[in-house]
């Protein structure tokens, strides 16, 4: 269902996508064995940018789906409308937003993405993960590849005079995927300010 309201937004919207499937092995507490990567491409040069959303919602313990508002279909909305603005007003570089499936099942979509797509140069990812509300942008997770990443993540705060907290350490999401991979790769979610440093804490903050 998540599925075909999503690529009905996409068509309603004339953004030209492709559905890239995949499988994986039967796992308990899960009926799916087939996943569906969406990709929307925005024309230029390479190497290109990824932006990426999950569009999957985790499934509770009576085996029903979360609503999934803030985890992860407000990401997913605002990638449809970055889809809609560089379609309009492209930049030099070549965008692919992704909407990945099975990252609630362990990064599964990105981990396919990355692999299939091994041989096609990517300058860097950018993830979205918890983006529903709240007014502090936290970014992460910090290494020593994606340092052009941060830079231009400090600098875009900066010129909006955004509130942004940098995380060493971001609960996992779909940027592993890239890491793993060799991509530079970052994650953003916005949350309360008070939310954002209790993070920092939980991920960063030692035993203490």
């Known amino acids: 269902a998540r599925f075909e309201a999503l690529t009905a937004i996409l068509a309603e919207r004339r953004l030209a996508f492709e559905v890239e499937p995949f499988t994986i092995a ?3 507490g899960e009926p799916r064995t087939t996943g569906r990567n969406i990709v929307v491409t ?3 040069s390479t190497p290109e940018v990824v932006v990426g959303a999950h569009y999957d919602a985790s499934r509770l313990s009576d085996g029903t789906l979360s609503g999934g ?3 992860n279909a407000a990401s997913v909305i605002i990638l449809i409308r970055l889809a809609e603005t560089l379609s309009q ?3 030099n570089a070549r965008i692919r937003i992704v909407f990945f499936d099975m990252e609630e099942l ?4 990105s981990a396919q993405f990355v692999q299939a797509h091994r041989e096609r ?4 990812m950018v993830n979205l993960d918890v983006n529903a509300f709240g007014d502090t942008l936290i970014f992460g997770s910090r290494a020593d590849a994606n340092d052009n990443a941060f830079r231009a993540l400090r600098a875009a705060c900066i010129a909006v005079a955004a509130n942004c907290v940098e995380l060493p350490r971001m609960p996992p999401s779909d940027d592993v995927s890239f890491q793993k991979g060799g991509i530079p790769a970052v994650s953003i979610a916005t949350v309360p300010e008070v939310q954002a440093h209790q993070l920092w804490l939980l991920m960063n903050g030692g035993k203490e």
């Open 26 to 28: 039967p796992r308990k």
């Open 42 to 44: 925005i024309p230029g």
């Open 69 to 71: 508002a803030v985890d």
């Open 89 to 91: 007003a492209r930049g």
């Open 106 to 109: 362990g990064l599964l979509g």
């Open 121 to 124: 140069p990517m300058r860097a």
